[in-house]
């Protein structure tokens, strides 16, 4: 982690490695946290919002907020090397879709639910209608 050891707080900056066949984190979104990669050696396939894109050194992915969905996967023959930067807000809602999974963050405790379990609360789907 780059950003820790350089004293940062609020922002996260890591060097990643991925060996060949391996993947970053599962296809996921975000809704409070933006996040970027910097490509620096290698070559891998970018998934953004269900298309695949072939990434290679000087390519740059940033995702506002909310995101689309994305990932990083290796599918060459060499390590794929990349710097990877986000936001640390306190609190994060990232969606798994391929997963059909929400991961909820509030500082340091993270959950899991399964989307099918979400509830909608508020607004309510059918707003109740004015009685004549």
């Given at each position: ?12 900056v ?28 290698g070559r ?19 995702f ?8 990083l ?46 509830q909608r ?12």
């Open positions: 982690s780059l950003g820790d050891a350089a004293g940062l707080e609020r922002m996260g890591h060097l990643i490695r991925l060996l060949p066949g391996k993947e970053s984190c599962v296809y996921h979104t975000h809704t409070n946290e933006e996040e970027w990669l910097f490509i620096l050696a891998g396939v970018a998934e953004i919002d269900g298309r695949e894109h072939g990434v290679g050194p000087g390519d740059f992915m940033g506002s907020t909310p995101s689309v969905g994305h990932h996967r290796n599918d060459g023959d060499e390590d794929l090397i990349y710097l990877v930067g986000g936001e640390r807000k306190e609190v994060e809602i990232a969606e798994f879709p391929h997963l059909g999974k929400i991961v909820i963050r509030s500082g340091e405790a993270a959950d899991m639910v399964d989307r099918e379990d979400v609360i508020w607004p309510p789907e059918d707003p109740p209608g004015e009685e004549v």
